[in-house]
């Protein structure tokens, strides 16, 4: 205990200077660890107490983790907050580290919740207000909870996360394989006991587990045991199923009644459900902010940003400084130019612009006059590859793409050289028209910045996952593909071009198609195939872009 104290002495200030958090407003916080906190069911979910020394009783954040309340990332969120002079609870969801009973991700995290918002309420040190912070699943303890709280929380803090979980999981009717496969060998694995080199070699081991198949087997191959949740990802990707509608917490927007602080990133798995949570909140009259910096999921330099907001927000409303709570609705960092730009609003007003794509390979504001096509192969056997992007677990953002762009399975189209800078800020689409061999297949759809010198960095991207029927084919077999890209606020600037990837894959961040018709859980079999995009006027194959004056 002694020594734990001394621990927590030195991280503070330290922590303090990492974050940028500014001067504390006490050095002394009490902790009480390992408090066993009962559940109805008799369950019982380990939780530590930080408060500050003087402040017997008031306010309450509430951290809800599976990833482990003793390590530095949530120990920050408790000396953080009670050096701010906020009294903190920080505890294990049921099943991880110290919290007895089964995990099974996502599904207990309403009734736990709610059930620990009673028992803290309950505690004499307790004043009645209740906030809660956190980023990723941290974020979605928040979600499962704030929209059913009665009375309702004072205050949420959501880093890089969504009322809804299932887009994330299937983007574009896909699966969102390497997040998949990387977190469930993460949480099968975090709790063994292993030096930090063998961590080292067993992410490279579920990289190289990745185009395992069937996919159902991924989790044997990348940690040698079975992963529920992996299987459950897979046996249920049908955009028809049902069985991950307990994920969606975003019907309840509109009575939330919460004040909520979000930050995201412009490469971050969650950016696309978070935008449109902010979006709903603000439509609803419910205090908001948003921050979007440009990092990708669990990158280093967003945390100091994420904790900042945080613990900014909470100190505001929690201990009534106003003052730092005094900016604009939605801050954010407009790639390509390095700056800030503040708004009132997302999304922001814009002018819609077309480029459409045209089969000699350029990309012009002008429509096609004539009919023409291109084609690729795709062979799931050999995956299109991507870098950069929105993984997780690994380093994503801008990658240089001209070796992939050269391969034959991939086409490209591109601008002149731009003769002003251009500012996209928003939600883009790309409507492609194609003729394919199989009614199974992909359309993946990446937008890039060419500088002077050759490089060609991804800035935006989508995914479609066809399948028979969906979308309808006409009575010439051509299929009207919309692909939504991700929203963005990049400049390309003047000099630069825009490029176009079309192919039928992003592997392994999107599940391959294997282009057979089987489940995505049990397919062994791939079947290469030909995909047509058409150009011209009666299928205009185009990007359309969200234009902001410069």
Request: with cysteine.
């Amino acid at each position: 205990m002694i020594e734990q104290k001394l621990m927590d002495r030195v991280f503070g200030p330290l922590l303090d200077r990492l974050l940028g958090l500014g001067e504390a407003r006490t050095e002394h916080v009490e902790v009480r660890r390992d408090l066993a906190m009962p559940l109805p069911d008799g369950t019982t979910l380990a939780t530590d107490h930080y408060r500050p020394a003087e402040v017997d009783r008031g306010p309450v954040v509430l951290v809800r983790t599976p990833y482990d309340k003793s390590n530095p990332m949530s120990r920050a969120y408790g000396l953080g907050l009670a050096r701010r002079g906020l009294q903190v609870v920080v505890q294990d969801v049921r099943g991880c580290f110290g919290s007895a009973g089964d995990f099974e991700p996502f599904r207990h995290e309403r009734d736990d919740g709610l059930a620990t918002l009673d028992w803290v309420r309950d505690q004499q040190w307790c004043d009645g207000r209740i906030a809660m912070a956190g980023a990723s699943y941290f974020g979605y303890t928040q979600w499962a909870v704030a929209p059913y709280a009665d009375p309702k929380l004072s205050a949420v803090a959501l880093g890089v996360t969504a009322s809804d979980f299932r887009p994330t999981f299937y983007p574009g009717r896909s699966v969102g394989w390497q997040l998949a496969l990387a977190w469930s060998s993460s949480i099968g694995t975090q709790e063994d006991r292993m030096p930090p080199w063998q961590r080292f070699a067993l992410r490279r081991k579920v990289s190289a587990a990745m185009p395992t198949l069937p996919a159902s087997r991924a989790d044997l191959a990348a940690i040698g045991k079975r992963v529920q949740f992996l299987h459950d990802v897979v046996e249920h990707a049908e955009p028809d199923d049902h069985h991950w509608d307990f994920l969606d917490h975003g019907q309840q927007l509109a009575e939330l009644g919460t004040p909520a602080s979000m930050v995201a990133g412009w490469y971050d798995i969650f950016l696309p459900q978070q935008l449109r949570d902010f979006t709903a909140l603000q439509e609803a009259g419910v205090p908001a902010r948003l921050t979007v910096g440009p990092w990708w999921h669990g990158q280093p330099s967003s945390l100091r940003a994420i904790y900042r907001d945080q613990i900014d927000w909470l100190t505001g409303h929690l201990l009534d400084d106003k003052l730092i709570l005094s900016r604009p609705p939605a801050r954010l960092f407009l790639q390509g130019a390095d700056r800030w730009l503040d708004f009132d609003r997302w999304p922001v007003e814009a002018e819609t612009r077309e480029l459409h794509l045209h089969a000699d390979g350029w990309l012009r504001s002008e429509s096609p006059t004539s009919e023409a096509n291109r084609a690729f192969r795709y062979d799931p056997g050999d995956p299109t590859p991507i870098i950069g992007g929105a993984p997780l677990n690994a380093a994503g953002g801008q990658a240089d793409n001209r070796a992939i762009e050269g391969r034959d399975d991939v086409l490209t189209y591109q601008t002149e050289p731009l003769e002003h800078d251009l500012d996209v800020i928003g939600e883009s689409t790309a409507t492609v028209f194609v003729r394919t061999d199989h009614a199974d297949t992909d359309v993946f759809v990446r937008v890039c910045d060419v500088g002077g010198n050759g490089r060609s960095l991804n800035v935006i991207e989508g995914i479609r996952r066809l399948r028979p029927g969906d979308p309808a084919e006409d009575d010439q077999g051509v299929r009207k593909v919309e692909v939504e890209l991700l929203p963005t606020a990049y400049r390309f600037l003047r000099g630069h071009r825009l490029r176009v990837q079309i192919s039928g894959g992003g592997f392994p961040n999107y599940i391959r198609n294997h282009q057979t018709g089987e489940p995505i859980a049990t397919a062994s079999h791939t079947q290469p195939g030909r995909t047509q995009i058409l150009h011209g006027p009666e299928h205009p194959t185009k990007i359309t872009l969200p234009v902001v004056q410069a």
